[in-house]
């Protein structure tokens, strides 16, 4: 399975007046590609600590104590501002709890949405026109290296040949891309309006046909619609039906085909949106050379078939050839450069292990193996290894981290001495003061010279592989993709986004959301919103930049059933469609049943039980996980509900045992005195109590769980 | 258990409630002509989605808002009157006047005899109309002070006979002094403040700067409490009844937690001794542990106190846990009234069925299946004829139907 995020011992505490407060206790988890990871808990048990330390927005005020978040081979809690600004929002979006909080309560919703839109657009084109130029102007150098100084005269040719060209195709795709997709949503509006015809309602079925008609010659295309006389007539009549009518016409008052009218245009869009695309890559090269030739009498698969023969034996044939010489002479001069830092990372290591670092010595090296390392990356290939790209910033903070904590470990120190003989001393007076010694933060020198070292260590071993892998290198592969990857860049930097698309995608994005009327709620402000239409928003804007991992921290809280429901069958629906991978914060383990495809149940900084939704739900062992399932009513529930007495104990001051002891009513004396390790029930069920060691008594849960679970079964087994 | 309030003593009556708040040139109906009523030591339970107009009912029977049109019963006495239904009755009435008079023949000779005629009838309609307005309209302004006289009057009555029946002119000195006192009371007694509300959010409802004895015993301070010391016994029993401890009552609220601060939202609303409650979303903020602590709390205090609690909220299965009878609403409409039990098992409305359809349960195998019907009202309903009305399908079981709906309900109610 692909792992697509990895979280390794996290602990994070919070520096406050009182002292330091262990919000999250040495965690691990990961996260697989298109699965959702439900962590459940009380608040307080630090589910949103972990999701913000995730999001790199932890409070001013947390200190990452130890730990790795490991996303696309990056550690996010070493990597710069810089790289982290890519990735938030952009990969990693989060939906928070309180939509009103991360709305702006003086700006409309639709700017708010279309905001993000129009910027990243910008941007993005901007980017990849940027890319694009670097990738073929190393290229372009590289060619000229391989191939020696009397080819650069062409050398330079073909890159520019091959700059037009792609630019040209894109330009092509994306008009096609556009009208195809306006026939798409035509075709649905029509068949809407169908639907309200037939129905004889008279709500706005008028708005609906004119949007309709006025799109139908826009979809005009040879490769979509083909408009001809016969439907042009249809739609002028429809036209002077529509004008006939008053402000508050009926439908009768339309002309009387309208349906049959319909049903035909509905036909035409169904029929054209199924036809195969032609290959638009193959399309703009011939365009570009042959800009008369009249392509629209050709049927696709003849036009596909001799713009492919033209562009290969034109250009892309002799283009992939020297290309591959180009890739591996890149290739090769980044090894050669790696084989010579080998020798230089290794005696690195050697100078970390000195008892005291000297600071000058230090940053000088770590200066010169940062500008060593950048170097010897091999730009072209876009296979590229994240190790490198982050070893500059992850050494640098370590080595920072070093010398600060050399100024401040004394002065820390002083302080707790100093603090704590002043409580002695009120101590023997017989006095009982009323505040707590703040705990010492030390940092640990001997432990970030170790993750120094080991950050070497990761380096030298991805160079080994490298250098070994040698014989493996497929140049004819990579050219292919490093051409697949320009095609990319190249639709990207084709792909303008107006005010108006964004405005159309907005409005869609609030209708796939289930926002009634959405073209008036457009231009309204947070606060006409109701709750749940708020937070149907802020998922909306989290969903505008497609990413990659959806974490939602209490969606639905705040929502009732109905909206809960559908936002939740709406976060399900977008995973499978953009294989997203969800975490998803909640108290409730009622939501998490339909959504989750594991579940860890955290308690005080801890995860307590960890498995897939059907072990903890149909085998819960942990007694916190009971007694939460214990305390939610279902529709059968007539007796008093078990409530869980208390509240979660103080972090500042952590239990010695299982914090969850002291409200559990099967404690264990041993629960109050040693941490229970996890115990493992099966492949892929871990539970932290001592319940499950073998020579604790045997313990059931709540009756009102067992009744559940067999209700449950009974249930499952009738249906099946 | 759930129980049978079949016999029981009517409490609050609601009847043909509407609020319309105005949104530019447009009205939004928020309440759109809702009609229940709730029995002595019941709990109804609203539910509905966001935005239906479920909070605004409970908002304008405690007159936070000014109702647009219909009246509020509460122990017989009304207090909640809107007026927009006369008005109506009115403009129409002109303008079936109008409509009359111009269908006569103006030649004939018994023109303006029939026009006199028609046009005295009208007026005292539209007299009778304003009568009512007047009427609403004192009631809706004055109804504390009708409360207060009629309270004032039963003490008149009572005291007369004790001090007619005293023996030594001490006694009855002594009662008229007690009369007095209690007259002062009931001169500031509000009928209102029989009703008390629970808010969704504890954080936003309590006051930070107060402490919790200041939160607490606020309404009585109001209602004319001077006696510190029965203010504090008083505060002290509440917070000892909703679980809290004395020591509490000095604090302020944001040295607790989330279930304490909903604690004392409830505290504030019981020291009144309200005859009823409106629980207005009281579990939806907190954690799920915590809310089977306060759901255990109101339980008990429903028990030990007989309150009548109006119970709004949108998580189906605390409601059906919670309540003995459950109103649906939809767009400001009530679409399905019956008994919990009864709304469970039959529920016949298509809203009803997609709100059921929607409720999650800890069972993953059967959640991976679950369908969750949709409603689409446009789809569901052909009103363009028949216009729908709020009938009773089977006993006790109230459906917003037209005719054709009503019998397919029975159908399928007798199929079952």
């Known amino acids: 399975m692909d792992k697509k995020l990895q979280v390794n011992n996290l602990t994070i505490s919070f520096r406050t007046q009182a002292g330091k407060v262990q919000a999250v206790r040495d965690i691990s988890f990961d996260l697989e590609k298109g699965e959702t990871l439900a962590i459940v808990g009380e608040s307080g048990s630090g589910k949103s600590v972990t999701s913000k330390a995730i999001m790199g927005i932890s409070a001013v005020n947390a200190i990452v104590e130890s730990g790795e978040i490991i996303y696309d081979g990056k550690d996010l809690l070493k990597i710069s501002e810089e790289e982290m600004v890519k990735l938030r929002g952009d990969k990693i979006a989060m939906i928070f709890q309180d939509p009103m909080s991360s709305l702006n309560p003086i700006m409309r919703i639709g700017r708010q949405l279309t905001e993000a839109m129009l910027l990243k657009a910008k941007a993005s084109m901007r980017n990849a026109r940027t890319i694009f130029n670097a990738h073929l102007k190393l290229l372009n150098k590289n060619l000229d290296e391989a191939l020696g100084e009397s080819e650069k005269e062409n050398n330079r040719n073909i890159c520019k040949t091959f700059d037009e060209f792609c630019i040209n195709s894109a330009k092509l795709e994306s008009a096609y891309n556009k009208i195809h997709r306006t026939a798409v949503e035509l075709k649905l509006d029509l068949e809407h309006a169908l639907f309200l015809v037939s129905k004889n309602h008279e709500i706005d079925e008028r708005k609906v046909l004119k949007t309709a008609i006025t799109q139908m010659p826009l979809t005009a295309h040879p490769d979509i619609v083909v408009m001809t006389d016969e439907i042009k007539n249809d739609i002028e009549e429809l036209k002077a039906g529509l004008k006939s009518l008053g402000l508050f016409g009926k439908v009768d008052a339309l002309p009387g085909n309208t349906k049959e009218i319909l049903q035909k245009f509905v036909g035409i869009l169904e029929k054209a949106i199924d036809r195969p695309k032609p290959n638009y890559f193959t399309l703009g090269y011939y365009m570009l050379k042959n800009p008369d030739a009249n392509v629209d009498d050709l049927s696709i698969e003849d036009l596909t078939k001799l713009t492919r023969e033209f562009l290969d034996n034109d250009f892309m044939i002799d283009f992939i050839a020297k290309g591959e010489k180009a890739v591996a002479n890149s290739r090769q001069k980044s090894l050669d450069k790696k084989q010579a830092l080998l020798a230089q990372l290794e005696s690195a290591k050697e100078h970390f292990k000195a008892a005291e670092l000297d600071k000058k010595a230090t940053n000088g090296l770590i200066a010169q193996l940062s500008k060593g390392v950048e170097d010897a990356i091999d730009h072209l290939t876009i296979h590229k290894n994240n190790m490198e790209y982050i070893f500059r910033s992850s050494i640098k903070n370590e080595v920072n981290k070093y010398f600060t904590a050399i100024i401040n470990n004394p002065k820390e120190q002083k302080r707790f001495d100093k603090q704590t003989a002043k409580f002695n001393k009120l101590i023997e007076k017989g006095k009982q003061p009323d505040w707590k010694v703040v705990p010492a933060a030390l940092t640990d020198l001997e432990l970030v010279k170790a993750n120094a070292i080991r950050i070497i260590q990761n380096l030298i071993d991805s160079y080994n592989s490298d250098l070994s892998k040698d014989n493996v290198f497929d140049a004819h592969q990579e050219m292919v993709d490093l051409i697949d990857f320009l095609k990319e860049q190249a639709s990207a930097v084709v792909y303008k986004v107006t005010p108006k698309m964004a405005k159309a995608k907005a409005i869609k994005l609030m209708e796939e959301v289930g926002i009634p009327e959405p073209a008036i709620r457009y231009n309204q402000y947070p606060f006409e919103f109701s709750g749940g239409m708020r937070q149907r928003i802020v998922i909306a804007i989290a969903l505008a930049a497609n990413p990659d991992i959806l974490i939602c921290d209490e969606p639905t809280t705040a929502l009732d059933v109905t909206i809960q429901s559908q936002i939740l069958e709406l976060i399900n629906k977008i995973k499978v469609e953009r294989n997203l991978s969800v975490i998803f914060i909640t108290h409730d383990l009622g939501v998490v049943a339909n959504m989750a495809d594991r579940i860890a149940v955290m308690y005080a900084g801890k995860i307590v039980e960890y498995g897939t939704a059907e072990d903890v739900f149909y085998d819960p062992r942990h007694p916190y996980t009971w007694a939460l399932l214990a305390s939610m009513p279902d529709l059968d529930t007539d007796d008093k509900l078990d409530a869980i007495p208390g509240t979660p104990p103080n972090m500042i001051y952590p239990p010695k045992g299982d914090a969850f002891a002291a409200r559990n009513k099967y404690a264990l004396e041993i629960d109050f005195e040693v941490q229970p390790p996890m115990f493992k029930i099966s492949d892929t069920h871990y539970a932290a109590t001592w319940l499950l060691h073998p020579d604790a008594p045997k313990a059931q849960p709540p009756k009102i769980i067992l009744d559940r679970i067999a209700r449950m079964k009974n249930l499952n087994k009738e249906e099946n | ?416």
């Open chain 2, 1 to 416: 258990m759930k129980r049978n309030f079949d016999n029981a003593e009517t409490l609050i009556t609601v009847d043909n409630l509407c609020q319309f708040f105005k949104m530019g040139k447009r009205e939004l109906k928020a309440v759109n002509n809702v009609s229940f009523d709730i029995k002595k030591g019941e709990v109804f339970g609203l539910v509905g989605e966001s935005g239906c107009g479920k909070t605004t009912t409970g908002r304008t029977i405690i007159k936070l808002y000014n109702a647009t049109s219909g009246n509020v019963y509460f122990e017989g006495q009304r207090i909640v009157a809107g007026t927009r239904s006369y008005k109506e009755n009115i403009k129409q009435k002109r303008e079936e006047l109008k409509k009359a008079i111009e269908a006569l023949d103006k030649n004939s000779a018994e023109f303006s005899t029939e026009k006199a005629r028609l046009t005295a009838e009208a007026n005292a309609y539209i007299k009778a109309q304003r009568e009512e307005i007047k009427k609403a309209n004192y009631d809706q302004k004055n109804c504390d002070k009708v409360y207060a006289e009629k309270l004032q009057k039963e003490l008149h009555a009572k005291y007369e006979e004790l001090i007619n029946n005293a023996s030594t002119d001490e006694e009855k000195a002594n009662l008229k002094a007690e009369l007095d006192k209690e007259l002062k009371k009931a001169k500031r007694a509000k009928l209102v403040t029989k009703i008390q509300m629970i808010f969704q959010d504890p954080i936003a409802s309590l006051d930070p700067r107060m402490t919790v004895r200041e939160i607490i015993s606020e309404g009585l301070v109001i209602q004319g409490e001077k006696d510190k010391k029965v203010i504090d016994e008083k505060v002290f029993e509440m917070l000892e009844l909703v679980g809290l401890v004395r020591e509490h009552a000095g604090r302020y609220p944001h040295e607790f937690s989330g279930g304490q601060r909903q604690r004392i939202g409830v505290a504030r609303s019981i020291i009144m001794q309200p005859d009823m409650i409106i629980a207005d979303e009281p579990v939806s903020a907190l954690d799920v542990s915590i809310q089977a602590q306060v759901i255990n709390l109101l339980n008990e205090l429903r028990e030990k106190m007989g309150l009548t609690i109006l119970f709004i909220a949108h998580d189906l299965s605390v409601v059906k846990y919670f309540s003995d009878r459950i109103g649906v609403m939809y767009f400001g409409n009530m679409v399905e009234l019956a008994s919990s039990d009864e709304l469970f098992a039959h529920p016949l409305h298509p809203y009803t069925k997609s709100l059921l359809s929607a409720i999650p349960l800890p069972d993953p195998n059967y959640e991976k299946q679950r369908k969750r019907i949709v409603y689409n009202p446009i789809a569901e309903h052909d009103y363009s004829v028949n216009k729908p009305s709020m009938r009773e399908v089977a006993p006790n079981h109230f459906v917003y139907c037209n005719d054709a709906e009503f019998e397919k309900y029975q159908q399928q109610l007798q199929g079952k």
